[in-house]
């Protein structure tokens, strides 16, 4: 009876489940095919292309956090070494004028971020938890002091300039335009998020998933986690190499903030922002992070602080991140529920805003004393012009900010129970919420 029910083979995958599933491939490159169409200018494409490197930096670091849950300091090393290569790559064939078109050359950071890991990573990975992200930052530390000591591969602080344009020309494209960068993006951008899905759905992918939950059970049933966490490794690096490569190009010029403990930490903002349980998490978290830092830089000079306090206030109230608190509502909305929740949503909106608002008049007006405190007291942030030094602004302050607070958890109850009438009514239906 076992013998017989152990041979029978899983049933395939419905036609329908197949054609859902590469529809939505299909419609994701139809969607970058036409980004361009709709937001033409240079300024978005430049944005565009950004997202893109960062997606692919964000789920070469799941790969790490999310898969196989080890918590990365250094993440930024791959990526950064991956862009120096591409540099003195792109370098090398202009001045030999070899026959190699610019869309291949970020292989070489690929293949860089891979080398890299398998010298580091072996020693890397031989702990999870606090010892490997010790040891990730002692190695980004390490490799990032000898960006500024070994002048002649780094340059120094100025880094290493490059110019794209001198390759084989590919179908007449020069790659110096910004709409033909973007579309090298896009393309390499959908490659590698199609590489690293399928990744997580093979046995190696389940594997890093059982080394995440449980590695004495992995080691028991006659698999080794140091391996399994080395290979995890060694594919994260690859793939953070090929981000670093898009962003040489992008900019051509690589320099030490590639390597620096900034671009470590934002990649982990982005992917824990955005969720580290869900594979479209770091997606979601890298075209936050990356719209969210070019839209606050414009607004306020500590636009950096209001990125920690985002990230605390995730780590807090939602650590499933953005897409945690999607998925918390997908059973409801399954099961019709959903509806019960906007009234006590909406109450709740309103004195959260105005704490959130009584916090941003706070801080500015803090700063601008600890920061600039000769300076004008009129000041501008988010597109508000006030005066600092008005007893008026620190009251209006103070009110939103404790009356907001106090409303909010107020509020937030009644949020609270109207989930759980909501989470019922699911239930009655036979959805688990």
């Known amino acids: 009876m076992s013998e017989t029910t152990s041979s029978v083979a899983p049933p395939l995958p419905a036609a329908a489940e197949r054609l859902k599933f590469y529809g939505l491939w299909i419609a994701a490159a139809a969607v970058l095919l036409l980004l361009p169409k709709i937001f033409s200018s240079g300024g978005s494409l430049t944005t565009f292309s950004l997202i893109g490197i ?36 792109i370098n090398i064939i202009g001045a030999n004028k070899l026959p190699v078109p610019l869309p291949v050359v970020p292989l070489v950071g690929g293949l860089t971020g891979l080398v890299f890991a398998m010298l580091l990573g072996w020693v890397s990975t031989q702990r999870s938890g606090t010892a490997f992200a010790m040891i990730s930052l002692g190695v980004a530390e390490l490799v990032a002091s000898s960006a500024l000591i070994l002048r002649s591969f780094f340059g120094g602080e100025a880094g290493i300039s490059a110019n794209r344009t001198k390759l084989l020309r590919l179908f007449d494209w020069s790659f110096g335009p910004q709409i033909q960068i973007y579309y090298l993006v896009a393309g390499w951008t959908l490659i590698a998020v199609i590489a690293m899905y399928a990744l997580t759905r093979t046995p190696l992918g389940r594997m890093c998933n059982a080394v995440r939950d449980n590695p004495e059970r992995v080691q028991f049933v006659g698999y080794d986690p140091h391996v399994v966490r080395y290979l995890a490794f060694c594919f994260s690096g690859f793939f953070a190499g090929i981000a670093g490569a898009l962003a040489a190009i992008n900019f051509e010029i690589a320099n030490s903030a590639y390597l620096g403990a900034v671009q470590s930490g934002t990649v982990l903002f982005a992917t824990y922002i955005g969720g580290v349980g869900f594979f479209i998490g770091p997606i979601v978290g890298a075209i936050f992070v990356t719209i969210l830092s070019l839209g606050l830089s414009d607004l306020t000079p500590v636009w950096q602080l209001y990125f920690g306090l985002i990230f605390i206030a995730v780590v807090v109230f939602a650590p499933g991140g953005i ?21 006590s949503y909406t109450v709740a909106f309103v004195p959260t805003l105005a704490m959130i608002a009584g916090l941003i008049l706070a ?27 008005s007893r008026y602004v620190w009251a209006m302050a103070a009110v939103l900010l404790i009356g907001g607070f106090l409303m909010a958890r107020k509020t937030w109850t009644w949020v609270g129970h109207a989930w759980d009438d909501a989470s019922s009514g699911a239930r009655e239906k036979g959805i688990a919420a």
Do not use: C, W
């Open 54 to 89: 960062s997606i692919i930096f964000s789920l070469s670091y799941n790969i790490l956090l999310g898969q196989t849950g080890m918590l990365s300091f250094g993440h930024a090393v791959y990526y950064g070494l991956g862009g120096f290569l591409v540099i003195h790559a």
């Open 323 to 343: 897409t945690g608190l999607l998925m918390m509502h997908r059973p409801l909305l399954k099961a019709g529920t959903l509806t019960r929740m906007v009234p």
């Open 363 to 389: 801080i500015e007006t803090i700063v601008h004393y600890t920061v600039n405190p000769g300076d004008d007291s009129h000041i501008k942030a988010f597109g508000v012009s006030f005066d600092a030094a």
